[in-house]
């Protein structure tokens, strides 16, 4: 559960509402601590509410017929300056967000480089959409032209804060939209400083920026008559909720949900170091807390050990600790609830009969009770009937499992509510591509699977309930543009 104070002692990160600094009206704040030493205070944030949500789409649309008559070229020109704005505080603001979620700071800066990256490239996708396409033969003449949705709410979750944010805003605003978005309690420092940043290039209340808790700000903004659409980041059961609540005022939705990403290892594939580090560089990423992370493996039976052990070379030279720390590969889970969820999957494996094989060190000065931390482990002895195969365990342990036949592995890698992601591995492209269309995912990667492996100008988005709407690319734009059409005949 989240604390609330007000601790007078605690400079509190203002929201940012119509380009200016804004204080809550509850006067409250939410206290910010470092997952990595749980007992130190890294800073606080506003506590916003229905009010604050109401100031920040008040700005948002007054903003909004000016922005959108602003020509696309001198949009995208505006969003290349904001990127160099972003760029001058990625050194303290990526330390910042280490401070507050925890991953390590290489991570942070890669998330951070991400937002700038979007920022100067996704606008430039906006140029093929926002141009009229006429259709002229035998059945008449039209002319399809795309329209900005209008203010959009963009929700985000805490792990990838900067290049989820980005990724949105940077369709968003190109389409002519404006903004108000709402982070994670667990990360939303990095993510003001930054929203402060870019303001000093964007006109007054074209992005703003609300913080507060989700059933307080957030459904403050998802039932607000004053937004047109709201693009969802987060968990699957959050993102129902959501849905409900932006029905009443047929609000357009898009949502990025949660995953259980399957590996299917081929009995093709060459099992060297390559594999294992690929697989474990994918599972462990931001200590396993990523929508579109390797979450359980399948492995042909007859290299099952080969890859297990592959998996665990590669594991030896991990290194727990602070993430600000250099020796540091992995940094704890983001808070006590997250590693409570996470330890009752691995407790009830151990209790069902699965070995769980921990790997790597304490990275040099570490207290490991001083924070969320746990080593990461490969399990095996798992069937899918455990819930750390079938639910999003979201944390540093990956279940891995041998499968007999082709057709079991589709089976048990379809076998899941989710569809984001998916990966083969073999040394047969063509069967890895006949394979991939039956993989029920938003995205099937073959021989890689990673977070740095999207293409900016491909898209990215789950099937089933991991989500709906595509972003990145022309489909990316699109998601924040509504289509009309203009019809009837010339006059004379
Ligand atoms: P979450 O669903 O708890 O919260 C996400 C965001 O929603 C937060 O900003 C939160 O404040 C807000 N929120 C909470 N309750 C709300 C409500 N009732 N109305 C409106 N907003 C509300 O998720 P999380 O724990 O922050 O993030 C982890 C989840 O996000 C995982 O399931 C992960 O897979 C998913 N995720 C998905 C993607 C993707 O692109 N598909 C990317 C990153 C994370």
Partial sequence: MQVTHDDESTTTTPMIINGAPAEPRTGQSIPVFNPAHRLELVGSIPRGGGPDVDAAVGAARAALPGWRALPLEERIAVLSRCADRLHSITEPAAALLTREMGKVQSESDVDFQTAEFFLRLLPQEAREPLADQRIADEFGSVTIRRAPVGVVGIIIPWNWPMALLFMRVSAALAGGNTVVCLSSPLASLAVLEAVRAVNAELPPGVLNAVTGLGPEAGSA??????????????????????????????????????????????????????????????????????????????????????????????????????????????????????????????TQAARRGATIITRGQWAPGVEPDDGYFRLPA?????????????????GPALPILAYDGQDEAVRWANGTEFGLGASVWTSDAERGRALASELEAGIVFLNR?????????????????????????????????????IDGVDPA
């Fill in 221 to 346: 903004l998802t039932a607000h008559p004053g937004v047109d659409k709201i693009s969802f980041t987060g968990s699957t059961a959050t993102g129902a909720q959501v849905l409900r609540s932006a029905a009443s005022t047929i609000k357009r939705v898009s949502l990025e949900l949660g995953g259980n990403d399957p590996a299917v290892v081929l009995d093709d594939a060459v099992v060297d170091d390559a594999l294992g580090q690929a697989l474990v560089g994918s599972a462990f990423t931001t200590t396993g807390q990523v929508c579109f992370a390797i979450k359980r493996v399948y492995v042909a039976r007859a290299l099952y050990d080969k890859v297990v052990d592959s998996c665990l070379a590669a594991l030896d030279g991990a290194r727990v600790g602070d993430g600000l720390s250099a020796e540091a590969t992995m940094g704890p889970l983001v808070s006590g609830p997250q590693r409570e969820r996470f330890d009752g999957f691995v």
């Fill in 449 to 485: 699977h990673h977070v740095s492996a999207s293409h900016p100008r491909g898209m990215f988005g789950g099937v089933k309930r991991s989500g709906m709407g595509r972003e990145l690319g022309r489909a990316g734009i699109e998601n924040y543009l509504e289509a009309v059409q």
């Fill in 378 to 394: 490969i399990v095996t002895g798992v069937d899918n009937g455990f819930d750390l195969v079938t639910c999003e365990q979201f």
